[in-house]
Structures are given as structure tokens and as C-alpha cells.
């Protein structure tokens, strides 16, 4: 599997376990604080880091490029609490319909921050997507109450988060996910204060399982964004609806209506569609270098020692211009 299509399928799973946690997470905060479940979250994503930390050894020294790092951690904070907080008072679909626009976002992040090219098709893919959701969750008329706004600073915290990730790609993917779960384990600490409530061995169990849980959520998608754009992940994040219905239905034995599958399908048809086109893409481009590969150079007999070195440099050139994120095609999507 290519690099891309490793990062798409990686992103995903991120999505299915997001979409777990979700669920997890809610389930406890209408007992415990948000803060106490943030810091006890990450301890239980320490019992599986530490022995990582242990047998990998990463370059933990971020010193050369902390503002980034301080900044993507404050982003994922932000995020994890904002969800957390607003499930307590609102419904689970208008929570998820916020977060959801999470991929418009992302999309217009990677122009500015990231320098990523994004075409009409790709933007076409991600309000696609978006109408599915709506049609699909139909949230309720507390959509502007100040849990609503909570949710959607959160949002546009997630959507930071995932941009910034993908800006520091070079970093090991495990230095990122230890530096997010301890500053989110400090951060929640400090906000619990003197509202903290000893949990049961079953709800402590499940706060650890929390925290397992989202670290592989972190892991799949920090890895994804080293393989493959954001810009052109973005509509798979939509996937969670999907994921959620199904939960639904397994847990608590809601069963989707009408709009849950029609906004499903319009969901997973962008998905499917960024899917299609990227296949496209890659075989464009290997084309491409095979053409130019063959081809005799302009500058050098057929037969003299310069074509294959030129042969060489134009393949690299393309190499060099496909890693860099600039398609071989002249339209963008």
C-alpha cells in the first residue's frame, strides 16, 4: 500500500476509535469532572506509553521547535474539554454535528499554514460530506445555547490541532502523542480542583480504557498526517457518523432513520469520492514517470553516457515535485 493509501486507511481507524471514545467519554462525565477525567485518561494512556517511551527511545527534545508543540498540545486540550463539557448538557448528535465541521476548517487551514493545494474537487468532497451530516444528525433547536458555542471553540480546536500536527510531521509520531497526553493529563489536573470524585474499580477501568482508547485514536491519526495531506484526509473524519450510528445500534439499540442513512451515504460517497480521484492522481503520476523515464533526452545521443543521468534527474525531479505535495496535473483537487 502506498503512502497515501496507508494515511487514508490509518485516518479512518483514528476515526473509528474517536468515535468509541465519544461514547466512553460521555458515558462518564455525567458522573465525574471533566478535569478529573482528562488527567485519569492519561494515566491510563501511560501504562502503555511508558513501556513504548522505554523500548523506542524518540527524541523527546523539542526545545528546537516548542512553540508549535505548546501550541498543538493547548489545541488538543482545548479540544478533549470542549467535547467532554458540552456533552453534559446537549445532545450527542448536535455535539457531533459541531465537531464535524471540523474538515471545512482543516481544508481552509492547509492553504495558508500547510501551502497544500486544494482544488474545487476536494472542497466539493468536504460541503458533500457536511450536508451528510446534517442531513443525517438533524440537530435540535439548542444549537445556539452556550454548550453549542463550547462545541464549536472546540471544533475549530481539533481542526488546529490536526494542522498543526500535520506541519510537524518530521517529529516521531511518539514524541507527539507522549507530549499530548501529558500536557492534557497536567491541564486536566489543574482544572479538577476540589470537585474530584473517587471513581468505582468499574468506572476507573473504564477512564483508563479512556485513555488506551484515545491514545490509539492519536497514534492512527498523527501517523496519518506524516503520510498523506490533510486537506485531502479532511473528508474521511465525516466517517465518525457512520461509526456512531453503528454504535448506537450495538450499545443502546437505537436503530438509524431515513435521514441517519441517506446522510450516511452522502457521507461516505465523499469519502469514497477524495478515494477515487487520489487512485486517479497516483496513476497520473506514475505514468508519468514511466513516460519520462523512457523517453531519449533532448540534450544527449541516445547512446551516450549523459541520457541515462538525465533520465534519472527528470525521474527525481518529479519525485522530488509529488513528495513535496504539488500535483503533476495542472488543476489542483
Known amino acids: ?24 467519554g460521555k458515558w462518564l462525565v455525567g458522573t465525574y469532572g471533566v478535569g ?8 491510563g494512556a501511560a501504562v502503555v506509553l511508558g513501556p513504548l517511551l522505554w523500548y523506542r527511545r524518540p527524541d523527546l527534545d523539542i526545545r528546537g521547535e516548542w512553540r508549535p508543540h505548546v501550541l498543538r498540545v493547548l ?14 448538557t446537549l445532545p450527542l448528535a448536535d455535539v457531533m454535528t459541531f465537531y464535524l465541521a471540523a474538515p471545512l476548517i482543516i481544508t481552509a487551514l492547509s492553504v495558508p499554514v ?11 468532497a468536504v460541503i458533500l460530506g457536511f450536508g451528510g451530516v446534517v442531513v443525517a444528525l438533524q440537530p435540535t433547536g439548542a444549537s445556539f445555547s452556550p454548550a453549542a458555542l463550547v462545541a464549536l471553540f472546540g ?15 518530521r517529529t516521531d509520531w511518539l514524541t507527539l502523542t507522549a507530549s499530548q497526553f501529558a500536557g492534557a493529563g497536567l491541564i486536566g489536573a489543574a482544572l479538577a480542583g476540589p470537585g474530584w470524585a473517587t471513581p468505582t474499580p468499574v468506572d476507573l477501568t473504564l477512564m483508563f480504557l479512556v485513555g488506551l482508547v484515545s491514545m490509539g485514536c492519536f497514534v492512527c491519526i498523527t501517523r496519518a498526517l506524516t503520510l498523506a495531506p490533510a486537506s485531502l484526509l479532511a473528508p474521511f473524519q465525516y466517517a465518525s457518523i457512520v461509526w456512531a450510528v453503528m454504535l448506537g445500534w450495538a450499545v443502546w ?7 441517519v442513512v441517506m446522510g450516511s451515504a452522502m457521507i461516505v460517497g465523499s469519502g469514497l469520492t477524495v478515494l477515487w480521484r487520489e487512485g486517479r492522481r497516483r496513476a497520473a503520476r506514475a505514468e508519468d ?13 541516445p547512446g551516450s553516457a549523459h541520457a541515462p ?18 500535483p503533476s496535473q495542472p488543476d489542483a483537487s
Do not use: Q
Not at 478529573?36 to 494515566?43: A, K
Not at 500547510?114 to 466539493?124: A, H, M, Q, S
Not at 543521468?309 to 504539488?326: K, N, T
Open 114 to 124: 500547510l501551502g497544500e493545494k486544494v482544488g474545487p474537487f476536494r472542497w466539493g
Open 36 to 43: 478529573e477525567l482528562l488527567t485519569l485518561r492519561s494515566i
Open 309 to 326: 543521468c538525465s533520465r534519472l534527474l527528470g525521474s527525481a525531479a518529479i519525485r522530488e515535485r509529488d513528495g513535496a505535495g504539488i
Open 155 to 169: 471544533s475549530s480546536m481539533f481542526a488546529g490541532a490536526i494542522t498543526i500536527t500535520r506541519k510537524l510531521r
Open 75 to 88: 489545541c488538543m486540550a482545548a479540544d478533549s474539554f470542549s467535547f467532554y463539557f458540552a456533552t453534559r
Open 289 to 301: 514517470l514511466e513516460r519520462v523515464a523512457s523517453r531519449p533526452p533532448e540534450d544527449a545521443h
Open 253 to 259: 439499540g437505537d436503530l438509524p432513520g431515513p435521514g
Open 1 to 24: 500500500m502506498t503512502g497515501t493509501g496507508a494515511g487514508i486507511l490509518l485516518y479512518s481507524l483514528g476515526v473509528l476509535l474517536f468515535a468509541v471514545n465519544d461514547a466512553l
